[in-house]
Nanobody, 116 residues
């Protein structure tokens, strides 16, 4: 399985932006779907967004219009651009890659904290 490393998290004020990166250890060209999930303290992990190998994207309702997922096959990296951040977006964000969303490889996560 491919190894995934997330980066780009940090502390930001409400209304601000962050861009998360997920670097894969190998080529992502053939990976069927790559996704971002997040887990807030005391809550279950929830799906945020996904991108398929042909570039189709999908978003959870609360993120649509604020978050954008993209992939750079040349850099074996998937990104999550997050705008208009809210305190409720505070969570550990995880990258996922595989044939079916939510299965396959996971990264170690990157912390995003949004202050009010």
């Amino acid at each position: 399985q491919v190894q995934l490393v997330e980066s780009g998290g940090g502390l930001v004020q409400a209304g601000g932006s962050l861009r998360l990166s997920c670097a894969a250890s190998g080529s992502i060209v053939g990976i069927n779907v790559m996704a971002w999930y997040r887990q807030a303290p005391g809550k279950q992990r929830e799906w945020v967004a996904l991108i398929t190998k042909d570039g189709s994207t999908s978003y959870a309702n609360s993120m649509r219009g604020r978050f954008t997922i993209s992939r750079d096959n040349a850099k074996n990296t998937v990104y999550l651009q997050m705008n208009s951040l809210k305190p409720e977006d505070t969570a550990v964000y995880y990258c996922n890659a595989g044939f079916i969303v939510g299965r396959g490889s996971w990264g170690q996560g990157t912390q995003v904290t949004v202050s009010s």
